[in-house]
């Protein structure tokens, strides 16, 4: 029989149900697959979102919305929070008078990213409490308990999810909404939010002692569980491999982590004490394994091998047969590629034709490294491109540094390539530099989501709108120029062979709407035509 209290629904949306029926106020982020539709799932339900030029900015919108006494959410992927790390680190020492839920979600197997860094090891560096759910159910409820903690302790906690908890849908029974927000209110705290070191000192150690207090209570948290079976193996683990684990070995007993830092060891130690085999399955780093070996617990941990990639019930079942031989290769799909009629296809055509060395960055224009182009050379992290093109001009010799291009989107831009085009002003190259921004108008590769320069915010509103061309001269880059290269190829190649030879500082600002939402792009600017229209004409 259906019931009509249940949802279905993605361990993203089921956050922003969540947070919704928690009394967050507030949530914001930057976009990023797996992350993406946490806030505008948030949105759609009636909660005030917006998107951040970056991570950091977000969480520090965020952080003061907590200082004022209100529930606050960020959302990145992964590799945004080494972007928002700076404010993380020192948010554990100030604490928050509201609440602050950090929600990192992290890509095993590397899906749609540029590393498979395992964001477990950012609660421990920073001192922050951490929550771990394994479905949809759990992505709901811990992240109220995530906030109800963060409220409890004054403390930013950590929600860490991946790609499968994201994206995959199970079922979920929402509780009742809480009361409604508190209103914002701000009391005075120097000495606990100024951190300098006569007040950092102090707050470092009120942060061990929260945490101290916090592992105490975890350990009678009913966020972690045993399920009782066989007690000739006894498996440790949290996240989603539970449900992979639960799957293959149903039969066997299992604690379950869901609050997995601080841990909880003194349980743990009673686990492995009952069970004459003690493993810990976990996906990504040792994470788990580590911290519970070096508590002077004997665990089995998961070969090397199993480090890599996601986890699903054929890898679980291969660890715990002890199976090290060599895995089946996944079939090789076809590789992605740019969009048919994209406009970066000219650029790329361009850089493959005048021999470029191309520093490249993260979004729909990575796909030029690929067949048939294979024109970027470098790709690190958001925004790099600028400063490793910067670098290469300033140490090869003088007829290769000419080669070398600076190759950027509008929203990447926007969130890590202004310092580098400051930097370019600063300390310029002698051969000068070229930096080229694909402009299409939006955040393409992660979904199309507004950023600062589109004019248009998280709902497709009308706001404030960001000139790059007017940003650039400002910061006295003495060459811009902005182009469509769809519409005069020819004329394309030869501004960028101009700009390569000239010895100066160059900006060109490629700007071709996305074929994906140009459509869309009309229809919001007409929504925005008509509404200043209708209120023209009221009295």
Known sequence: ??????????????????????????????PGTPSTEILECFSQL???????????????????????????MVTMKHVGVNVAADPLFTSAYTGVSGALLVVSADDPGIASSQNEQDNRHYAVAAGLPMLEPSDSQEAYDFTRAALETSERWKIPVL?????????????VHPRAAGPAPKTPHFERDIRGRV?????????????????????VWNETSTL??????????????????YMHLREVAPHLRVLKLGFTYPLPMETIRAFAAGVERCLVLEEGDPYLADAIRA???????????YRFDELDAGRVRRILAGDTSPETPVPS????????????????????KLDCIVAGDIGCYTLGAVPPFEAIDACVCMGASIGVGLGMRHVLPAEEARRVVSVIGDSTFVHGGITGLVEMVYNPPPTGHVVLILDNATTA???????????????????????????????????VVVCDPATDKPGFERLLRDCLGNGQLNLIVARRPCLLIAGKIKDYERAAEQCCETLAQEP
């Open 195 to 215: 951190m300098i070191p006569a007040y950092a000192r102090p707050a470092h150690r009120r942060l061990r002692q929260k945490l101290s207090e916090i592992q």
């Open 159 to 171: 929600l860490r999810l991946t790609t499968r908890v994201c994206h995959s849908r199970t079922l």
């Open 1 to 30: 029989m259906n019931d009509p209290n249940k949802l279905l629904l993605s361990g993203d949306e089921a956050v922003a149900r969540a947070a919704l029926d928690a009394g967050v106020i507030l949530g914001t982020g930057y």
């Open 224 to 241: 972690n569980r045993v399920i009782d079976g066989d007690r000739k193996l006894g498996v440790i683990t949290s996240g989603v491999s």
């Open 46 to 72: 009636g909660g005030r979102a917006q998107w951040a030029p970056n991570e950091k900015v977000a969480l520090e919108v965020a952080l003061g919305v907590a200082f004022a006494g209100a529930r606050a």
């Open 333 to 352: 799909g076809k590789p992605p590629q740019l969009c048919v009629g994209c406009s970066y296809r000219y650029v790329f055509e361009a850089f493959r």
């Open 295 to 305: 508590a002077g617990v004997v665990v089995e941990s998961k070969p090397e091998m």
């Open 445 to 479: 590769m992660t979904g199309h989501q507004e950023h600062p320069g589109t004019g248009r915010t998280l709902e497709h509103e009308p706001t404030g709108k960001l000139s790059i061309e007017d940003l650039a001269r400002s910061v006295g880059i003495p060459n």
